[in-house]
C-alpha cells in the first residue's frame, strides 16, 4: 500500500506541470489580497500584509481547502469501493474494486494516449458544458472576501479534471474510506509544492517543459492503472466466503408445521 | 504539425480533440471548464501574467451572469422609460409550467426590493417588469427572478429558442434519470420483497437497503430538486404552490426511509418515491408540450396570418414557413392567399379584403406602389409584394398586441380560480397533516404511506389552469371569426344579459347614403338614365353623388359619352351625355335650373320620398325633370334579425343616436323597438350618460359603437363593442372589435359569451369533483402513493385537453 502511495505521491509531482497550468488562474485569485480584485506581481510585504489576512494564511487555506477536499473525494470514493468489493464478496469474488480500477485507468489512459495520436473518440468537448452549479460556487467563492482561498481550493476537488479522476478512480479501487482518502492526499502532496510556489509565474515555466509532451501524463494513468490491477492491493474488508444453504436447512426452516389453534374462529 | 496551444493552460491540444473551425482549442474538458468559469466571472485577466494591469474595477459584488443587463446598450435597447423615472422591460422566462409559477412571478416585488410590478404573459412566456433604476439594477432582479427558480433571458428570438432548447435538454436528462433511479429501487425493492419470505442473509439485506436508500436520494436531489426549488420558492414569497404537497411527500418520505435505512429496520419508501418522480417529471414534461401547442394554437397572430409564404429567392419563388420573413423580403401572394405582412406592392393589380383591420365590406383597389397589411385577404389576381414589417411590427401585429396586454387587471373569473387554487393548497396540506394523525393512531404502519398518497393525488393544477386556458381558448376561436376581444372579462360580463345601447349611424345603418328608391317620371327617361347619372356622378367625392354611382340599378359598366361635366354651387351637377342635357340635383338647385315648377306628380313622388325620411334628388333631362331618387342611409341588412336576435336573448335593445329625433324614431319603428328606448338629438356626453345609468347596480350594460366617435360611451359601458372605422384605434376605446360589418358579430359575441362560461364552469366541476374523490379515497387508504402518483398527471392532462376542446357553434 505505501508503494502505491508514493507512486501516486510521484505521478502528482510529475504531473503538477498541468494542474499549474489549469488551476493557475485560480491560485492566483486565491493568493490575491481580498478586497483588490487585480493582479499581484509577486507576493511582496505590501500586498502580503494588505487586506487583513497575510499571505501565508492564504497559501496555507488554499492548501487545506484542497488537502480537506481532496481527502473527501477519497473517502467517498473509498467508500464505493468498499461497497463494490462486499458485493463482490457476497458473489465469491475478491478485490473487485481494484479490479475495476485498475481496468478503468487503463482505458481512461489509452484514450487520452490515442487522442494524443490524433484520433478522435468520444463526444466533441463542444457540446459539454460545464455544470451551472460549479459556475456558481465559483461565483461564490471569489466573492468571499476573507475565506476565498480555502473555498476556491476545496472548489479545485470538483473541477471536471480527468486527471484528477484518474486518481480518484484508484482510491476506489484501494476498497476502503481510509485508504481512498490516503492516495488523495498523496496526490495532493505531489502537486503542492507546485501549485504553491510557482502559482503565477509558473505559466512561463511549464509552456517550457512540456508543451511537447502530451503523452507524459495518459503514460503515467496507464501505469498505475496496471500497478493496481496487478498488485492485488490487500482490501480493508475481510473476505468471507458466501453463506451456502444446504438442501436439509431449507426442509428444517420451511417444513416445520405451524400449530392453528384449535379453536380459531377462521383460518 | 506545429501542436495548438491550449486556450486556457497553453500545453499542447491532443490532435485527437482539436475542433476545427473553433477560435479557441482546449487540451482537456477540464481547461475548458476552468476557462468558460473564469471568462463568465470576468476575471480574464489572471491570465496576462507579467503584464501590468489596470485596477479593474472589483466584480465580485454582483454575479456578472446577469451583468449584460446592466449595459448601457441594453437598456437603451430593450427597457422603455416612463415619466415617473420607472422602468420597464419584457424579458423572457423559462421555466414557467403552471398557473402558481405566474402567482410566484408576479409577487417579484416581494422578493426584490425596488420592484414596482410584475406582470407575466403566460402565452408568450414572459415577464414584464416594472422598477425604481435608483433602488435596485436590472442585474438583481434578474437575479431575483433565477433565484425563484425561472431562467431570465433577453426578449430575442433565437435567444428564446436556445434557451428552450437547453431547458429540454436538462429535461430530458432529469427524466432519464428518474428512470434510472426507479427502475434500479424498483429492482432492490423486489429482491428486498422476495427477500422477506425466504431467508436473506441480513448483510445483504442491509446492503440492499442502503443501495435503496441512495439511489432514492440520487432521485430526490437531482430530478427531483424541481419540486424543492418551487416549494421553497413559494414559502419565500408566502404563495401556495401545486409544489408544495409535491415536496412535503418527497420531504416525508425520503426522512422517514432515510431514517429507517440507519436503523436498519421499518419501511423505506424510496421505491415509491423514485416512481412518484419519474412519473411527475413525465406528466409535468407532456403537460409542457401540451401548452406548447396550445399556446402555437392560441397564437391568434398565426391564426389570421398564414402558416407558409412564397419568397423570392434567386429567381423563383421558395415557400417558406411565415415565422421566418423578414422585412425586405419579396413574396407572391397567390389570389385567395392572406398577405403575411404589412409591404407594398411591386407588381399586380388586385384587390385585397381589409374589414379586418376597417371593417369596410367593400374590396380594395390596389396596384404597384400601394401598401397592404398583413391579415388582409387577396382577392383578385397574384401579386409581389415587397415586406415593410413582419410578425408583431405589422399594424395586425400593433393590434393584438394590444389585446394581449389590455391594462385591465386579472378577470375575475381567473383570480378566483386563483384564491380557491391557494385555499385548495392549504386545505390539502392540512387534510394529508390530519390523514397522518388519524393513521398514526389507528394503524401506524401505513400512516406516511397514505399521507403521502394524499399529497400527490390532489391536483390544484386543473383548477387554476383550466380557466384561464379556456378564456385564451376562447378570444383565439373569437379572432378567427374577426372578433377581436382584448382581455377574458368581456365574455364573462356578457353572460348576463343587460341592456344594448347602439348607436345609429353606421352601426345600425350602412353609414353611407345610397339610392334606396329611383322612380323615373313623365315619358322622356331614356332607358339608361340611371347609368348616365352613375357615370357623370362618378368623378364627385360628394356623399350624394358617391350614392348616386354606386346605384345598384346602374352596374352594366357601359361606357357614354360625357362632356361639359360642371358642379353647381347649389350643390348639383349638369353634363352632356350622349348628346343630352342632364341635370341632377335637389329641390332648390333642380327649381333654380329649370324655372319652372315642379310638376305635380313629381312633386308626390318627392313627397312620398320624404315621408320614409329620405332625401329627393331631382335628375332632369333636357330641361325636364325624368326622375326622382331617394337617397337615404339604409338600414343594414341584418340589422333587424340581429335586433331580434338580441331580444331573444334576454337582452333589452335601445338606440342612442345624434341624428334628429324624428329620424330615430322612424329607424325604432322599423326595427320595431320601443320608441321610449330609442333616443335621438344627443351629444357625446348624454350618450355617456345614458350608458352609465344603465350600468349602475351592477347591471350589465354594452353600447355598439363607433371606435373614433363614440368612444366616450363605449369606455362608460360595461363592454363596449367598436365596429367599423380602424381595428387599432377602436381597441384603445372598448375591449371588442368587431371586424364584420354588421350586427350579426354581435349576437355571435354573446353566444360566444354563454359557451365559454358554461365551459368553464364544467371544467371546474370536473376537476373539483376529481379531486374530492381522490382525497377521500386516498384519506381511507384505498389507494397508494404509487396509484395516486398516477392518477394526478392524468387528471391536470384531462381537463387541460378539456379546456382545449372548446369550440363556438356556427350562427346562421
Known amino acids: 500500500m505505501i508503494a502505491l502511495l508514493i507512486s501516486v505521491a510521484t505521478a502528482g509531482l510529475i504531473g503538477s506541470i498541468h494542474c499549474v497550468g489549469m488551476c493557475g488562474p485560480f491560485v492566483v485569485l486565491a493568493m490575491t489580497p481580498p478586497g483588490r480584485v487585480h493582479l499581484p506581481q509577486a507576493p511582496t510585504a505590501d500586498s502580503a500584509t494588505s487586506g487583513g489576512s497575510s499571505i501565508s494564511s492564504r497559501v496555507l487555506g488554499y492548501n487545506g481547502g484542497r488537502v480537506l477536499a481532496y481527502a473527501m473525494l477519497g473517502v467517498l470514493a473509498g467508500a464505493l469501493g468498499s461497497v463494490v468489493d462486499a458485493s463482490g464478496a457476497a458473489l465469491g469474488l475478491s478485490g473487485v474494486a481494484a479490479a475495476v480500477a485498475g481496468g478503468g485507468m487503463i482505458v481512461v489512459g489509452a484514450i487520452s494516449l490515442l487522442r494524443v495520436a490524433g484520433l478522435r473518440i468520444g463526444p466533441r468537448s463542444q457540446t459539454l458544458a460545464p455544470p451551472r452549479l460549479l459556475q456558481r460556487l465559483v461565483g461564490g467563492a471569489v466573492r468571499q472576501p476573507k475565506r476565498r482561498a480555502v473555498a476556491l481550493g476545496a472548489l479545485s476537488a470538483l473541477m471536471p479534471c480527468g486527471w484528477l479522476w484518474a486518481f480518484v478512480i484508484t482510491a476506489a479501487g484501494t476498497g476502503s474510506p481510509l485508504w481512498g482518502a490516503a492516495v488523495m492526499v498523496a496526490l495532493w502532496a505531489g502537486s503542492a509544492p507546485a501549485l504553491t510556489a510557482f502559482g503565477g509565474g509558473a505559466h512561463a515555466v511549464s509552456r517550457r517543459l512540456t508543451a511537447n509532451r502530451p503523452w507524459v501524463a495518459p503514460v503515467i494513468v496507464i501505469a498505475v492503472g496496471v500497478y493496481t490491477l496487478s498488485a492485488r492491493l490487500p482490501t480493508a474488508i475481510d473476505y468471507r466466503p458466501a453463506p451456502t444453504v444446504s438442501e436439509d436447512d431449507l426442509d428444517e426452516t420451511v417444513q416445520a408445521p405451524v400449530e392453528a389453534p384449535q379453536d380459531a374462529p377462521c383460518h | ?812
Open chain 2, 1 to 812: 504539425m506545429p501542436l495548438m496551444e491550449c486556450a486556457h493552460c497553453t500545453l499542447a491540444v491532443p490532435a485527437g480533440l482539436l475542433e476545427p473551425g473553433a477560435d479557441k482549442q482546449f487540451c482537456c474538458h477540464g481547461c475548458r471548464a476552468a476557462h468558460t468559469i473564469i471568462m463568465g466571472h470576468g476575471l480574464e485577466q489572471y491570465y496576462r501574467l507579467g503584464e501590468r494591469t489596470r485596477e479593474p474595477t472589483v466584480t465580485g459584488d454582483k454575479t456578472v451572469r446577469y451583468a449584460e443587463f446592466d449595459r448601457e446598450a441594453f437598456i437603451q435597447g430593450h427597457t422603455v422609460l416612463h415619466d415617473d423615472g420607472q422602468r420597464s422591460v419584457v424579458l423572457g422566462i423559462e421555466g414557467l409550467h403552471c398557473a402558481a409559477c405566474i402567482w410566484l412571478l408576479e409577487r417579484l416585488d416581494r422578493v426584490v426590493p425596488g420592484v414596482v410590478e410584475a406582470r407575466v404573459n403566460w402565452r408568450r412566456a414572459t415577464l414584464e417588469v416594472r422598477w425604481v433604476t435608483s433602488a435596485v439594477s436590472l442585474s438583481t432582479i434578474a437575479e431575483g427572478i433565477a433565484g425563484l427558480g425561472y431562467r431570465p433571458h433577453p426578449l430575442r428570438r433565437d435567444d428564446r429558442a436556445e434557451a428552450r432548447r437547453s431547458a429540454d435538454r436538462q429535461r430530458t436528462v432529469a427524466i432519464a434519470v428518474a428512470f434510472a433511479a426507479a427502475g434500479n429501487n424498483m429492482l432492490i425493492a423486489a429482491s428486498l420483497y422476495l427477500g422477506m419470505f425466504s431467508s436473506m442473509d441480513a448483510g445483504i439485506e442491509q446492503l440492499l437497503r442502503w443501495a435503496s436508500c441512495f439511489v432514492g436520494l440520487v432521485s430526490l436531489t437531482w430530478p427531483g430538486r424541481v419540486f424543492f426549488r418551487g416549494a421553497w420558492s413559494a414559502l419565500r414569497s408566502r404563495t401556495p404552490h401545486m409544489d408544495l404537497p409535491v415536496a412535503l411527500a418527497l420531504a416525508v418520505g425520503g426522512v422517514a426511509g432515510t431514517i429507517n435505512t440507519i436503523r436498519g429496520t421499518g419501511e423505506l419508501y424510496f421505491d415509491t418515491l423514485c416512481v412518484l418522480v419519474f412519473l411527475l417529471l413525465v406528466g409535468r414534461a407532456i403537460q409542457l408540450r401540451q401548452q406548447r401547442e396550445a399556446a402555437a394554437t392560441l397564437d391568434v397572430m398565426r391564426r389570421i396570418t398564414p402558416q407558409t409564404a412564397h419568397r423570392r429567392v434567386g429567381d423563383a419563388f421558395v415557400e417558406v414557413p411565415a415565422t421566418v420573413l423578414e422585412p425586405g423580403d419579396v413574396v407572391r401572394v397567390a389570389a385567395d392567399e392572406v398577405i403575411p405582412g404589412d409591404g407594398t406592392i411591386l407588381s399586380g393589380e388586385t384587390r385585397v379584403d381589409v374589414s379586418v383591420l376597417t371593417g369596410e365590406a367593400a374590396p380594395l383597389a390596389v396596384g404597384p406602389g400601394a401598401e397592404v397589411a398583413a391579415g388582409t385577404l387577396n382577392l383578385g389576381r397574384h401579386i409581389i409584394v415587397r415586406l415593410d414589417a413582419v410578425g408583431e411590427q405589422t399594424q395586425m401585429g400593433r393590434i393584438l398586441e394590444l389585446i394581449e396586454s389590455s391594462a385591465e387587471s386579472r378577470p375575475a373569473i381567473v383570480a378566483l380560480a386563483d384564491r380557491i387554487g391557494a385555499r385548495f393548497v392549504l386545505a390539502i396540506v392540512a387534510a394529508s397533516v390530519a390523514t397522518l394523525g388519524a393513521w398514526l393512531i389507528m394503524e401506524p404502519s401505513h400512516a406516511v404511506d397514505h399521507a403521502v398518497a394524499l399529497l400527490i393525488v390532489a391536483c390544484p393544477c386543473a383548477l387554476a389552469l383550466a380557466t384561464p386556458l379556456t378564456l385564451s381558448v376562447a378570444i383565439a376561436r373569437a379572432a378567427q371569426r374577426k372578433v377581436l376581444i382584448k382581455g377574458g372579462d368581456v365574455l364573462q360580463r356578457l353572460s348576463r344579459p343587460g341592456m344594448v345601447w347602439l348607436d345609429k349611424t353606421g352601426t345600425v345603418t350602412e353609414g353611407r347614403m345610397a339610392v334606396v328608391s329611383w322612380r323615373n317620371v313623365g315619358a322622356v327617361a331614356p332607358a339608361a338614365l340611371a347609368e348616365w347619372v352613375a357615370a357623370v356622378e362618378a368623378q364627385c367625392v360628394h356623399p350624394v353623388a358617391q350614392a348616386l354611382a354606386a346605384n345598384p340599378r346602374a352596374q352594366t359598366g357601359d361606357d357614354y359619352k360625357i362632356e361639359n361635366v360642371q358642379h353647381d354651387v347649389h350643390g348639383g351637377v349638369t353634363a352632356t351625355v350622349e348628346g343630352h342635357e342632364i341635370a341632377i340635383g335637389n329641390a332648390p338647385f333642380v327649381r333654380a335650373h329649370l324655372r319652372a315648377p315642379l310638376e305635380a306628380d313629381v312633386e308626390r313622388v318627392a313627397a312620398s320620398i320624404l315621408a320614409s325620411f329620405a332625401s329627393p334628388i331631382y335628375v332632369c333631362v333636357d330641361g325636364a325633370v325624368a326622375a326622382v331618387a331617394g337617397v337615404d342611409d339604409p338600414l343594414r341588412a341584418d340589422a333587424r334579425d340581429a335586433v331580434a336576435g338580441l331580444r331573444d336573448r334576454g337582452w333589452a335593445v335601445g338606440i342612442l343616436s345624434g341624428d334628429h329625433p324624428d329620424v330615430v324614431a322612424h329607424t325604432a319603428s322599423v326595427l320595431g323597438l320601443s320608441p321610449s328606448m330609442c333616443h335621438g338629438g344627443l351629444l357625446p356626453q348624454d350618450k355617456v350618460a345614458f350608458v352609465a345609468r344603465s350600468a349602475e347596480n351592477g347591471a350589465t350594460s354594452v353600447m355598439v359603437g363607433d371606435g373614433v366617435n363614440d368612444a366616450a360611451a363605449l369606455a362608460a359601458a360595461s363592454v363596449g363593442i367598436a365596429t367599423h372605422r380602424g381595428a387599432e384605434a377602436s381597441l384603445r376605446a372598448a375591449p371588442v372589435y368587431l371586424g364584420r360589418p354588421g350586427l350579426g358579430g354581435v349576437v355571435e359575441l354573446l353566444d360566444m359569451g354563454q359557451t365559454t362560461m358554461r365551459a368553464i364552469v364544467r371544467n371546474f366541476g370536473v376537476s373539483l369533483a376529481y379531486n374530492a374523490v381522490a382525497v377521500v379515497l386516498a384519506a381511507a387508504g384505498l389507494i397508494g402513493p404509487l396509484v395516486a402518483a398516477v392518477l394526478m398527471p392524468i387528471s391536470s392532462l384531462t381537463v387541460v385537453s378539456l379546456a382545449l376542446t372548446l369550440r363556438f357553434r356556427q350562427s346562421a
